[in-house]
């Protein structure tokens, strides 16, 4: 089942392929393993157990496919995770975690958005 949510999450994830990008973007196939668990409800369980994390963004990129942003209570540590809902099955993995220095969770106070060129 990992393989298969890697491979669909590298599938999904290659539409920037499809669109015209920056001279400077570039592609970078970069091969690592990821901490999966069977259940969304699960990874809940062992983050806020074991860092004291809990979801504070989730951002839906299709009916199946979840991002969600973990984040401790001093803001020091955060953790992404991607949930992927195949049929009957669902997973979520840690793509990224790291510490930071209490700045793991901010917002910004004044988005500006930009315009849609015609």
């Known amino acids: 089942m990992k393989k298969l949510f890697l491979c669909l999450f590298l599938i999904s994830s290659n539409a920037v392929s499809q669109v015209d990008q920056p001279e ?7 091969p690592f393993t990821l901490a999966c668990t069977p259940s969304f409800m699960s990874m809940v369980d ?5 860092f004291g994390e809990i979801p504070m963004v989730m951002s839906h990129m299709s009916q199946d496919t979840t991002i969600v942003l973990f984040v401790n ?10 949930t992927r809902r195949v049929k009957t099955e669902e997973e979520a993995c840690i793509i990224w ?22």
């Open 24 to 30: 400077d973007m570039y592609h970078f196939d970069a």
């Open 46 to 50: 062992h983050l806020a157990n074991d």
């Open 73 to 82: 209570k001093e803001n020091t540590t955060s953790t992404v995770v991607v």
């Open 97 to 118: 975690a790291g510490q930071s220095n209490g700045t793991s969770f901010s917002v910004n106070p004044d988005p500006v958005f930009p315009e849609k060129s015609l």
